[in-house]
């Protein structure tokens, strides 16, 4: 993970999901040992699984054009050249999908981390 970006970013702002990166980031591990972390616009991180594009992020609402409702947790598997193949944010499309409740948020990356995990036990190359 790159600290130097995360430290720079931490003294800029505020952002709670500061704490979780670690810990994400130390789990993705086991799900492929060569995961790379970015921060563009939310924290993010990019691995492949069995041929497919993943992605695991944190994201907030605001980025999204809701207003500070708050975070969720997700991932998207993709395949070379975009086409998705699963998605997973809890409560998506729902009016739950955003919470500031950082214990809920804890419950949602631990449950978008489980299912990444069986996402890639199940998975058949490139389907």
């Not at 978008?112 to 069986?118: P, S």
Request: net charge negative; hydrophobic share 35%.
């Amino acid at each position: 993970m790159n600290r130097d970006l995360i430290a720079e970013y931490a003294l800029e702002n505020d952002d709670p999901r500061l704490q979780f990166l670690d810990e994400v980031h130390e789990a993705l591990k086991e799900i492929d040992s060569e995961v790379c972390f970015w921060w563009d616009v939310d924290p993010s991180w990019s691995m492949e699984i069995h041929g497919l594009c993943v992605s695991f992020e944190i994201v907030y609402s605001d980025d999204y054009g809701d207003d500070d409702e708050g975070y969720n947790a997700g991932w998207v598997a993709c395949r070379h050249g975009g086409e998705i193949v699963a998605n997973f944010y809890p409560y998506n499309y729902t009016s739950r999908v955003w919470t500031k409740d950082m214990d809920e948020l804890r419950d949602r990356i631990d449950w978008a981390l489980e299912t990444l995990g069986c996402f890639k036990e199940d998975c058949k190359e490139g389907t």
